[in-house]
């Protein structure tokens, strides 16, 4: 590395008016290109109504140029989230030189001081530092604050009696096909499909839909959706479907140790995606996906603990599940729980692939893993591997806290500068994260405080997205709850990308309607709900005619925490509502659907839509007191698998 220190930084100040007519005070460090040896230097900056405007000279040594400028926020400190990218302006001179600009709102995290100025030359691997160490001082309009969620467009209370119709265990409902189309996609009828793989979506070459191409076997999708599986095999009590749901997932405990010792992994264990005959997929993707391994470890030491309660042998445990030393073919628990110790820390590429960073969701589920991993471990007589992965679970956890923000008063979906334009920080993956990775000991759970902030944040920021968001209620003035995307800067459409392109999809709807029902849970358990100045504003947009207040408790069963639960349970139907709303009639369940039409598009008959409306009605079950529910799902067993 390079490093090279501003020489001459004593410039002259001048002012000038932006667009909008507000005076911004500029200073000039230099009015023409360095003429020594350096590589950059900062021309100008200013930072103006809460935007940070400054520009560079950047020597054109290489093509591909990263050039960042560090500051420290308002609080005085220096965080990953405290840099400003530039973008290439225009050709100086002979082309020796570059001007690089940037205009970025920071006014949410504020700025005090510029650290230094960064130009990565990646072509070359060089990297070269200005260091600038210089005050700034606002100036221009007054900067504007964080905005206040809006009001409630409604306010939902209590069960629909339309959704426990939709999601009944009969004939033609929801539940029954989403059951029934989950189940074709695993162990497709597809020739050279290995045993115990998931295809995530009927899209591809085998099938009608050719684009996307889905026919692969995602790591992420398939734990995910043989979670489902393992759900529905603890519940069965017929012998039959028991037995159906026991055979596939030891299938799948078998395909995940093939995965793990494929000979062409490029980036280990944290590879995302096989063909559906159980070989890597090489090409180029975003890797590592570091999450894969960690919830492929749940779903398998699930279903082992359900196995084990049904008078399963401790030794086809550490056989076929567990043990990866002695049986490293058919047990992949041990090597995948040992590989989320190794590389919690390593940064890897978030679950929707798209950013390498720090990612909230995978910390999240590698902590689950890790905790559970070292009680099963003790349960297989493993000590070693059990405080391994202890002292593993301590440090990760001991990081969680600086996914905080309270500028923005979200948990951040990665803790880095901004990626791929998501300057909002707002990301479903989050209640996802708390959804799959949640260890039920209290930490980052439904009702924590910060976790109710980030939801109501990220549920709201769809309103003003999505066109459809303006249809609040359905033909029978039901209330239809927020379309729920990804992320609100989200350009993909379900085949490419395209500027406001992105779409809500069901899985994500339907993980706010599952966070709902499984708050309403977990106040329940706890017997009161307790109110803060970070967790009020949640109230005050999904439960407003409690009129909870600051510093409150409120037990069980008094009026306010009746009318708050009711409220939270209304909610939870209504993004329900909003699925079966834009369900086609077949009740077929695709990746997302239109923003302005409510067409469903995107993948067909995605794997993971389906497998999120049944863990959404399982929490809606299990909160409404339904024991039978699940049983009654899992003991209508698996029909033959054709498409």
């Not at 809460?50 to 420290?72: C, F, P």
């Not at 894969?292 to 056989?319: R, W």
């Not at 009740?587 to 997302?592: D, F, N, P, V, W």
Request: charged share 15%; with cysteine; net charge negative.
């Amino acid at each position: 590395m390079k490093s090279i220190f501003a020489s001459s930084l004593g410039g002259l100040l001048a002012f000038a008016s932006n667009a909008l007519g507000q005076a911004c005070q500029t200073t000039t460090l230099r009015s023409s290109v360095p003429t020594n040896a350096t590589e950059l230097a900062l021309q100008s900056y200013s930072y103006c109504g809460g935007t940070l405007n400054a520009s560079a000279y950047i020597a054109n040594v290489d093509y591909d140029k990263t050039v960042s400028l560090y500051y420290t926020n308002a609080q005085g400190q220096s965080t990953p989230l405290s840099v400003v990218n530039f973008g290439y302006s225009s050709s100086i001179g002979n082309g020796s030189w570059e001007l690089w600009t940037t205009s970025t709102p920071v006014y949410i995290d504020g700025i005090t001081e510029l650290l230094n100025l960064t130009f990565l030359a990646t072509d070359i691997g060089e990297t070269y530092v200005q260091t600038l160490n210089l005050p700034v001082n606002a100036s221009g309009a007054s900067a504007p604050t964080l905005s206040s969620p809006p009001a409630p467009y409604a306010t939902p209370k209590g069960f629909g009696s339309d959704i426990t119709s939709w999601l009944s265990i009969n004939v033609g409902s929801e539940s029954e096909t989403a059951f029934e189309r989950m189940f074709l996609n695993i162990n497709p009828a597809i020739t050279g499909a290995a045993e115990g793989v998931v295809v995530a979506a009927r899209s591809g070459p085998s099938y009608t839909q050719t684009d996307p191409d889905y026919e692969y076997n995602w790591v992420r999708d398939a734990s995910l959706t043989m979670d489902v599986v393992q759900t529905l095999y603890a519940a069965a009590t017929k012998s039959k479907p028991k037995t159906q749901y026991e055979d596939i997932l030891f299938e799948y405990a078998t395909a995940r140790a093939t995965e793990q010792n494929d000979p062409n992994l490029l980036t280990g264990l944290g590879e995302p995606k096989f063909y559906l005959n159980n070989t890597i997929f090489s090409g180029p993707w975003g890797r590592p996906q570091n999450d894969g391994p960690a919830t492929s470890a749940i779903t398998l030491m699930e279903f082992a603990n359900s196995y084990l309660s049904n008078n399963g042998a401790l030794s086809t445990v550490k056989q076929k599940i567990y043990d990866s030393a002695t049986f490293p073919s058919t047990a992949p628990v041990m090597k995948d729980l040992l590989f989320v110790a190794s590389n919690w820390s390593s940064p890897s590429f978030d679950l929707w692939e798209e950013e390498e960073s720090d990612h909230f969701y995978t910390r999240m589920v590698q902590r689950r893993a890790l905790v559970m991993g070292s009680s099963f471990a003790t349960q297989m007589g493993d000590a070693n591997t059990s405080a391994t992965l202890t002292a593993a679970a301590t440090a990760l956890t001991a990081t969680l806290s600086q996914f905080w923000d309270p500028n923005r008063e979200i948990l951040l979906y990665e803790y880095g500068p901004v990626l791929n334009n998501k300057a909002s920080y707002l990301d479903i993956a989050v209640v996802l994260g708390v959804i799959h990775g949640y260890a039920g000991d209290g930490v980052y759970g439904y009702t924590n405080d910060e976790v109710l902030s980030t939801a109501l944040r990220i549920a709201t920021s769809f309103i003003d997205v999505y066109p459809i968001a303006n249809t609040t209620t359905d033909s029978a003035s039901l209330v239809l709850g927020i379309p729920i995307g990804r992320y609100p800067e989200d350009v993909y459409n379900g085949t490419g990308t395209l500027t406001n392109g992105g779409n809500p999809w069901y899985l994500c709807t339907a993980a706010m309607s599952q966070f709902m029902y499984s708050a309403s849970t977990t106040y329940g358990d706890a017997g009161s709900i307790s109110i803060t100045n970070v967790s009020k504003p949640f109230f005050d947009y999904f439960a407003p005619e409690a009129g909870l207040k600051v510093g409150q408790t409120y037990s069980y069963g008094s009026q306010k925490y009746n009318q708050a639960v009711s409220s939270l349970n209304g909610w939870g139907d209504a993004f329900m509502r909003t699925i079966k709303y834009y369900t086609p009639s077949d009740g077929h369940l695709s990746e997302e659907f239109n923003r302005n039409t409510g067409v469903p598009q995107g993948a067909a008959d995605l794997t993971w839509s389906y497998a999120s409306v049944l863990t959404a009605a399982f929490a809606r079950a299990e909160l409404r007191g339904q024991t039978a529910y699940a049983k009654n799902l899992a003991n209508l067993g698996i029909t033959a698998n054709t498409s």
